[in-house]
């Protein structure tokens, strides 16, 4: 079938059209991500255990592997799941000694809290770093090894941190509850 100039152009046009359309439907869907009973479950199920295959979480949340495969991975690239990993046992790996900081600074200006911000990200005994509201300007969740290792810590890395007015620590005694998941 041969088109002149004019007849191909319309055509063109008109699929480049629905393309586009297309195209919007599809980012829309993206952005609009429903998510339902089958996919709170899945993420309750890859919360407690992310090292299931997709055929065992299929059959744990009463789908196929492939429809558990792909819904997995809309929820990944919607960035419902941001990563996978493994959680340690930080006392067999020696770290006897769990404390929460808080941290004052002595200015809030933004050059001040990306100063502290920077430098706590070279601190790997550092776990965690909140920018909180309220009495301190950061709260810590730091591991150590033993008393001597938080002197260390304490004197030669947290107490030199860009800006640090002040540090008040507490140590935990016992784990309650630790990264149980999100209540989805």
Do not use: W
């Not at 059209?17 to 991500?33: H, P, W």
């Not at 550092?126 to 001597?148: H, P, T, W």
């Amino acid at each position: 079938m041969a088109y002149n100039e004019q007849e191909y152009f319309v055509k063109f046009s008109k699929n480049l059209a629905n393309l586009r359309i297309k195209s919007r439907k599809i980012k829309k869907m993206r952005n609009n991500l429903q998510i339902d009973n089958i996919d709170r479950k899945l993420l309750r199920v890859i919360q407690k255990d992310s090292r299931k295959s997709v055929q065992e979480l299929g059959v744990e949340v009463g789908l196929s592997g492939s429809a558990c495969h792909r819904r997995l991975k809309a929820m990944e690239d919607h960035g419902l799941i941001c990563k996978y990993k493994a959680i340690l046992n930080a006392k067999k790996l020696g770290f006897q000694i769990m404390l929460f900081i808080q941290v004052s600074l002595s200015s809030q200006s933004e050059e001040a809290l990306i100063a502290f911000e920077k430098a706590v990200l070279n601190v790997p005994e550092i776990l965690e770093c909140y920018l909180m509201a309220g009495n301190s300007d950061f709260l810590l969740r730091v591991v150590c090894r033993d008393q001597e290792d938080f002197e260390r810590l304490h004197r030669r890395l947290l107490s030199r941190l860009p800006g640090v007015s002040q540090l008040h620590t507490n140590m935990s005694i016992r784990t309650l509850k630790a990264d149980s998941g999100l209540p989805v």
